[in-house]
């Protein structure tokens, strides 16, 4: 049976052309899974939300959010990646 790892990326910073194909490029030549994906603009601030599936993925949580938050300085954004259980936890109400 596969372990379950699911992740939360988020994703906030100016608006600009290719953010989704980034990050999700990356997930992919990792092999991360995409479950879901929410994304809204709000004057020329962009956010996205993503949950991903790491089961197939031979790197660990940690190892992806250094790599993002790399990403994501090279774009002029914050990516931050958690652990599904970790951001449940922060945010139950």
Do not use: P, W, Y
């Not at 953010?19 to 994906?37: F, P, Q, T």
């Amino acid at each position: 049976m596969e372990k379950s790892e699911k992740a939360v990326i988020t994703v906030i910073g100016k608006d600009m052309v290719g953010i989704l194909a980034k990050v999700s490029d990356m997930c992919a030549k990792s092999g991360i899974n995409v479950l879901e994906v929410t994304q809204s603009i709000l004057q020329d601030l962009f956010v996205m939300v993503m949950l991903v599936d790491m089961a197939r993925s031979s790197m660990a949580v940690a190892e992806l959010a250094g790599e993002m938050d790399a990403l994501g300085q090279g774009m002029g954004m914050k990516i931050h990646v958690m652990h599904e259980d970790i951001f449940n936890s922060m945010h139950r109400i």
